[in-house]
């Protein structure tokens, strides 16, 4: 739903994996919305995911959608099978190492999270949800 790494202080990424597109072969799917109040308070980071497209939001504007094609088999739009909703907070890494080594002053780190909502529509339910 939304990435953040510590040295992009203001940006926020929406990154769509999957064995075809990620960064390991540089062929992530991604978006980028730039605010420089990120860090600042809270704020609504939002997915919607449909069966044709997933698309991100911060405070309700859009910055990415990941559109599936017409040719796509399940190694480029795995996101048709059950998944799990995984929160994360992360330290180094690749991309987090990217700017630098990590500053130990800055730990411990926080993740603050009011509330998580997931919402299906009536008529993509099944007899077994």
Not at 36 to 65: C, K, N, Q
Not at 66 to 76: H, I, K, N, P, S
């Amino acid at each position: 739903m939304m990435e953040h790494v510590g040295y992009q202080t203001g940006h926020v990424h929406g990154t769509v994996h999957t064995r075809a597109h990620y960064w390991g072969n540089r062929q992530q799917r991604k978006g980028r919305l730039i605010n420089a109040a990120e860090t600042e308070g809270f704020h609504l980071y939002a997915m919607e995911w449909r069966p044709d497209r997933i698309d991100f939001f911060v405070d309700g504007s859009p910055y990415f959608s990941y559109l599936r094609g017409v040719e796509y088999t399940w190694q480029t739009w795995p996101f048709d099978q059950p998944f799990h909703l995984v929160l994360n907070l992360a330290v180094g890494g690749n991309w987090g190492r990217a700017g630098g080594a990590i500053d130990a002053k800055a730990l411990p780190q926080h993740m603050l999270i009011e509330s998580v909502r997931l919402y299906q529509q009536a008529s993509t339910l099944t007899a077994s949800d």
